[in-house]
């Protein structure tokens, strides 16, 4: 089956279709929901660090005006463990035990009439703790360490005794801070039961795990459970775990017999929804005098919740960038009484990168070689693990485009050599090489007597167009007009869909959604088989092209008709199919993800230390790309966070366990005056082994860009900086 008339609506920059929706307000988040007889909750947050509840009072809170209900561990209902799933396992259930395991922990909650009377009465709880030591720094053996939590450790040759070997050696350990995720939208969960089924309006980027998740935590069917969040204000991987909050929100609707909301403060975003780890790496790398790659050795140590699982493996990332014989990566966790961590854009890649292409800029000054030709010289032609030719991969076009758009060749490589008037001028660049990521999705597709289209599926858009460019592919596959299309998710009701994270939903989802209307069209097609009214009689999928609101002839556009006209000679209202995808099994190649190359400029004032970036140049090979407008945006939007990492993100625990900089007066982010200007292109082609050509670019803009800055800092200043985020005394 193929397109009838050029597609017109793939690739092209269609804006969002949601925009209207949300610049009006119309479109409901979740703490937009309401009920007639809707009570809201607050939460208790622990004030100590580490040890156990002694006492609880909540007497003065249960008798504050419009109080409905307290709940602690001594009155919450046992509770099970959600199932493990595609990210691992879940937290643990809330208020099960007097045990408090970090500050701001959740110790009690609260229902009351109104947003201020719960909050008001939530202050009024009293407590008595037996505080034990803390645990709170890295690098404290008093943390347990675990080694290969993952099992994602990856060896391949000898590094240990090719490592005396190599003529030039470089080694050096790189940390990186602790960085919150900041959506601007506080999450928020409204809870309903009825009878012994509950719907739950929540801030998820996964809608059908969080089904499922609640269905196992209360013992119910997963009928019993509705998830809605058809709109998310924003996540950054912090909506993918089912967090403690959401889990108490449904107790307290179940107790009190009546809908509740509960909306997160700023402060409690910072320990309740997870982080992205701090991170210590150790790099090794061993290289010929003609900068050929020997030996590479990438140890990494991050921080976790004393019961934390979310999977963090920093240093796994680096053992397929480059063409080296000899590899080792090893990942280690150390528990500390933090909240638990959970997953920022680009998890794993963001913190790794930054030590590996750091490392791979120092070691290109040691072998005398511009660090653009170290990283040609040392280019994975195939996957270095397996040896398979890639998919697809053209990182090595990334550079060539990026290096022309960027002016690379103007670069005095002598560091600190570069000024204009006062300031030091510095040139950085990075490599990106991506994970792949496909899973399993399900779609449904429907056309009916109108001629318009119905898509769905239970996937999320957390703000990446995923709504835009599901309907401008469906619209594609149907031969409709973009108009003639809507896609609806975020229902649990909907086909189930895996998360939207890890650059991996629009390929999961466009492939299902290609299975869904492939199978629609199908549909019609075995409707008319026997029609000897129809030109399409006996007609399979191969000998049709959809547009234009009809099925035809590949030979013959002439001889066709349109959905409505088959619809209405069989009487039928609407004609429904679905969907499946799997991820592929390659033969011969090796599955890629998106790479990229990423060139930043930076200014820095010898006297005051300040750090500005005056411009940016990403080139990304992200496949087939859906609507070149919002895979922009995507990149634009990554690297804002990269900068962010770069130069400013840091989340400080005080020594007492206290985030003491949570909230956005406090927690520096990229504001407009931070950001510089940018050039994004697209190269590459599609790649074969999707049934859409899409790789994903969701995650790709961050990874890279605090390398490329580091890197740039070190080519204006001379001073080799291996901390995140740069700050001005670093460099005074």
Known sequence: MTTARMPTVIGAGVDRVDGPAKVTGAAAYPSDVSYPDLAH???????????????????????????????THENAPRLERGPSGLLGPPPPPPLQDDRVLHHGQWIALVVAESPAEAAAAARLAEVAYDETDAVLDISDPHGELQANPWGADVRRGDVDARRASPEITHEATYTTAENTN???????????????????HDATQWTSNLQAFLAATFRIPTAAV??????????????LIVWPHVILTVVAARAVGRPVKLVLTRPQMFTGIGHRPNTVQTLRLGARRDGELVAIDHESTVSAAIEDESIQAIAATTSNAYACPNVSTRDRRRRLNIAPTGWLRAPSAGPGNFALESAIDEL?????????????????????????????KALRECYAVGAERFGWSRRDPEPASMRDGPWQVGYGMAGVSYSWWQVRCEARASVGRDGTAFVRSAANDIGTGTRTVMRQLSAELLGLELAEVRFDLGDSDMPWSPAAGGSGLTTSLGTAVNAACRALVE????????????????????????GGGRIQRREDPDAGEAYTDILARHRLDEMTADGASDPPEPTGSARSGPFAAKFVEVRVDPDLGTVRVARIVSVVDG????NEKLARSQIIGGTVGGIGQALLEDTVTDATGRIANATLA?????????????????????DPLTGIGTKGVGELGLPGIAAAIANAVYHATGRRIRSLPITIDQLL
């Open 41 to 71: 909750a607050a939460l208790v947050r622990s004030t100590v660090t580490a040890g156990r509840i002694t006492r609880i009072d909540m007497d003065a809170a249960k008798a504050a005006p419009g109080v409905l209900h307290v709940i």
């Open 182 to 200: 900041n959506p601007l939208g506080l999450f928020a969960t409204v809870a309903a039961w009825d009878g012994d089924t509950v719907t739950v």
């Open 226 to 239: 509705r998830i809605h969040a058809p709109y998310v204000g924003g996540a950054f991987g912090a909506g």
């Open 364 to 392: 290109s000054y040691e072998v005398g070689m511009d660090p653009l030709e170290l990283r040609l010289r040392n280019y994975a032609e195939v996957q270095p693990q397996s040896g398979l030719p890639w998919a697809s």
């Open 523 to 546: 549909r019609f097609l075995d409707a008319v088989a026997d029609d000897a009214a129809s030109p399409l009689q006996g007609c399979t999928l191969d000998d049709v092209a959809v």
């Open 623 to 626: 496949g087939r790309i859906l």
């Open 666 to 686: 406090d927690y520096l982010v990229p504001v407009n005056a931070d950001v510089p200007a940018m050039d994004v292109v697209f190269v590459g082609e599609p």
